[in-house]
């Protein structure tokens, strides 16, 4: 649904942007304060060039007491070295989710978001291991039917347009879901006495997130201001109803996520105040852009709603304590 060549300025009515000078003043588009797509590129290239993949041996994984990392923080490792990992499994979705992508999004996602986040999870595998857990065991290879259909139908612009909104917020949310996680995790880390791993493999992926979650907003932020009303309410709907967190397809996966939120301290019990605020911090881009509408509204309701839910699957597979 691009109505305006971001590139030249030219307009869809052919021809170039000064054109706009024969164009009578009420027939004329107002222009876009700046090129998304040159924004993003711009951004692709800066993330490319300041944050490389980060060396699995460039950092020190000697630890105090393994045993203990291990107990403390070992669900959370091995939960985000999966999902960090299976970044590789959401390329191959993504090509089958986009049958045409802006290139720019094509650049980011494979040459540039794919190895960042590969390494990230090379990292904490390695971490987990060398604290006696198990390798992590990505699933590479299962694409979900819904990509195949959604990419079938997204040969029409308007729906691919849908989809590519429902990848930037997925985006959003993720990111923003591993920025808190690695925040909380490099804390608690501290709070153990295992320095090294937390300046040297925590914090050095947790810088390179944000990069991300802002790619994310500023191409849902620009695609938001070219739809219409129906492609948002799509959206809107297919939001509400396909929400999950980061990483969680399964039921069993759903209550993994709950118990890294127990063990990151954001879940203590499925009715904590701190899941609260996660969820309207993970809903809060979301919030303001899709339900700016529904005054009054704290957190999107199927955000809280998933959480609780993780957070109660996995209170109920948690051994009572005697
Ligand atoms: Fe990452
Ligand atoms: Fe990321």
Redesign the pocket.
């Known amino acids: 649904m691009r109505k305006q060549d971001d590139a030249t300025g030219a307009d869809d009515q052919g021809g170039p942007a000064m054109s706009a000078a024969m164009t009578p003043p009420w027939r004329r588009r107002p222009r876009k304060p700046f090129s998304v797509e040159a924004r993003l590129a711009e951004h692709v290239d800066r993330l490319a060039e300041e944050h490389p993949p980060i060396p699995v041996d460039s950092a020190d994984y000697s630890m105090v007491r393994p045993e203990l990392l291990a107990e403390r923080f070992g669900p959370v490792l091995t939960y985000?070295s999966r999902?960090?990992l299976e970044?590789e499994r959401n390329v191959l979705e993504l090509n089958l989710l986009l049958p045409d992508p802006p290139p720019v999004d094509k650049h980011f996602y494979a040459d540039v978001w794919l190895p960042?986040?590969t390494h990230?999870?090379y990292l904490l595998d390695r971490l987990q291991q060398l604290a006696g857990l198990p390798e992590s065991e990505p699933d590479l290879t299962s694409l979900a039917f819904s990509y195949k259909v959604l990419g079938a139908l997204g040969r029409w612009s308007a729906i691919q347009d849908v989809s590519r909104m429902l990848y930037y917020l997925t985006g959003v949310a993720t990111?923003q879901s591993?920025i808190l996680a690695?925040n909380k995790l490099y804390q608690g880390l501290l709070d153990l006495g295992e320095k090294a791993v937390a300046m040297t493999v925590v914090a050095p992926?947790?810088r390179?997130?944000p990069g991300?979650f802002a790619y994310y907003k500023i191409a849902a932020q620009g695609l938001w201001s070219e739809m219409s009303e129906w492609q948002k309410w799509i959206v809107r709907t297919l939001r509400r109803y396909t929400f999950e967190p980061v990483g969680a397809y399964t039921k069993k996966q759903w209550a993994q996520f709950g118990d890294v939120m127990h063990h990151l301290g954001i879940a203590v019990s499925a009715t904590d105040d701190e899941l609260t605020r996660y969820a309207q911090q993970i809903g809060r881009f979301e919030l303001e852009m899709l339900w700016a509408h529904r005054n009054g509204l704290k957190v999107p309701t199927y955000v809280l709603d998933s959480l609780h839910r993780a957070a109660h699957l996995a209170a109920k597979h948690r051994p009572h304590p005697a």
């Open positions: 985000m999902v960090e970044v960042q986040e990230h999870g990111e591993a690695y992926i947790r390179q997130e991300h």
